[in-house]
């Protein structure tokens, strides 16, 4: 997982940086990076940079292809969500609050409530286990859909799909052969729906 922060943390290690929290900010879906623009300006205008570290549009790499074309591009992963490391004072709230597009911070009786450790962690892509997140392949399938082979040494044959891989882009599909039905593994790219 990646993430579109495209800033540096307000400062480096300061004293303030440990009273810094992240929390989940709802905000207007689709105007995610020029409500994100705005905050950095309305930060860097008023001189708050000491109480806001780092503003992040959480994302993912995935893989679609169109026309035989491989296209990769970051997909948010919380539509209408940012995430916001900040010390609340009434500075801070007030210059959040009343930035144009922001909803409210998550949590419960009008308190934001921050995030926990694993979510920090996962949100950043630092999980210990995790090397390389894969890229996941859009794929216009499901299990259950009957689709045409249009490559292949099964070429014209029509079957059902039994499984799907999004990681490989691999899909299995039910073809009936001497009236049995046989799975064979196809890529994405050499089926089409019916």
């Known amino acids: 997982m990646s993430n579109d922060s495209g800033s540096e943390p307000a400062s480096e290690q300061s004293e303030g940086s440990e009273k810094r929290l992240w929390y989940v900010l709802k905000v207007q879906s689709n105007r995610e990076k020029s409500i994100r623009e705005a905050l950095l300006r309305g930060i860097k205008r008023d001189g708050l940079e000491e109480y806001f570290g780092e503003i992040i549009i959480p994302t993912e ?81 499901q299990t259950g859909d009957v689709v045409k082979i249009k490559d292949g040494a099964f070429e014209g044959f029509e079957g059902t799909i039994d499984a799907i891989d999004e990681a490989s882009g691999k899909v299995t599909v039910l073809i009936e052969i001497f009236s049995r039905p046989t799975p064979s593994e196809l890529e994405y790219w050499q089926i089409e729906k019916v």
């Open 61 to 141: 790499k995935v893989v679609e292809t169109k026309g035989g074309k491989k296209r990769v591009f970051e997909r948010k992963l919380y539509p209408g969500y940012l995430m916001i490391q900040v010390e609340l004072n009434d500075d801070s709230w007030y210059l959040v609050r009343s930035t144009n597009g922001v909803g409210d911070f998550t949590g419960a009786a009008g308190q934001p409530i921050p995030m926990q450790e694993h979510e920090i962690a996962r949100m950043l892509g630092r999980e210990e286990t995790k090397e390389e997140t894969p890229v996941k392949i859009k794929l216009d399938f």
